[in-house]
């Protein structure tokens, strides 16, 4: 019986003593939950409104005129376009883009002094464009499926007028109405812009984005006038569009063309 106490006692304090080291040692490690890497290639459409201005139109007048602006607009128009970009990481994105913006209506006055004769004028006309822009994006964070983003694009837009109409009055008594005629025309110019929007994730794949962007699009100009009866002083000049802007705001929407790739969390050791 004394033998059996003294075996039952030593294995007691072996297995004390193994625990003791156990403790010793580093502790084990715990893998955390895989995390969703959302990166790789997408396609993107927008469509949108424009809201556009022009600072400046311009042609040749006679020695001694003073024209005054009284008024240039356009009309808003929609406008559509198709993307393709690649989302780097969580917070940044690259894309380019090609878009069409319909016809606007531009509609405005000038009234030219000249001797002492005041001579109005009549502007209408159309104006569309095709823009092509590199863009890159910062993702600001993301709160219950939302991202808010900035980002600027450049690059440059095919810009065209047509049906450009004058109506005004010839210098001789500023009393016989005088007609001139634009020709269609297009002018190609650098263009960028500045956005600022919401994304929201609707699934992993598919991204919606409400978004406000800032245009510079140059410069347009009609083809060679034309009036009708001869004498219109401008008779053969283009007039030209100089400093065109547009407040756009656009509907997107973020089509992921592979899966997510799957990037585990750092280890984390308890202890």
Not at 27 to 47: D, I, K, T
Not at 231 to 237: H, K, L, Q
């Amino acid at each position: 019986m004394g033998s059996f106490k003294m075996l039952v006692a030593a294995g007691a304090a072996a297995g004390l003593a193994v625990a003791a080291h156990a403790a010793d040692l580093a502790p084990a490690p715990v893998m955390q939950p895989m995390l969703q890497e959302f990166s790789g290639w997408y396609l993107r459409g927008n469509v949108g409104m424009t809201n556009q201005q022009v600072k400046n139109l311009t042609n040749t007048v006679a020695p001694g005129t003073r024209v005054q602006t009284q008024f240039l607009t356009f009309d808003s128009a929609p406008f559509a376009g198709l993307g393709l970009g690649y989302q780097v990481n969580n917070w940044l994105r690259l894309d380019g883009t090609a878009e069409y913006r319909a016809s606007a209506h531009f509609h405005g006055q000038q009234v030219a002094t000249f001797g002492g004769i005041i001579l109005p004028d009549d502007y209408h006309a159309s104006k569309s464009e095709w823009l092509f822009l590199a863009n890159a994006y910062v993702d600001l964070g993301t709160w219950w499926s939302v991202t808010p983003f900035i980002g600027a694009g450049v690059g440059t837009s095919r810009n065209t007028i047509s049906s450009f109409v004058d109506t005004g009055a010839t210098q001789v008594g500023a009393t016989i109405l005088s007609t001139t005629y634009g020709n269609t025309a297009s002018k190609w110019n650098l263009a960028w812009a500045l956005y600022g929007g919401l994304a929201y994730k609707v699934t992993p794949g598919l991204t919606l984005e409400f978004a406000y962007r800032y245009l510079d699009l140059g410069a347009a100009a009609t083809g060679s006038t034309n009036s009708f009866d001869g004498v219109t002083i401008v008779n053969g000049t283009p007039f030209g569009f100089r400093d065109i802007t547009s407040h756009d705001f656009m509907l997107g929407m973020r089509w992921m063309l592979n899966e997510p790739i799957a990037m585990p969390a750092p280890i984390v050791r308890k202890g």
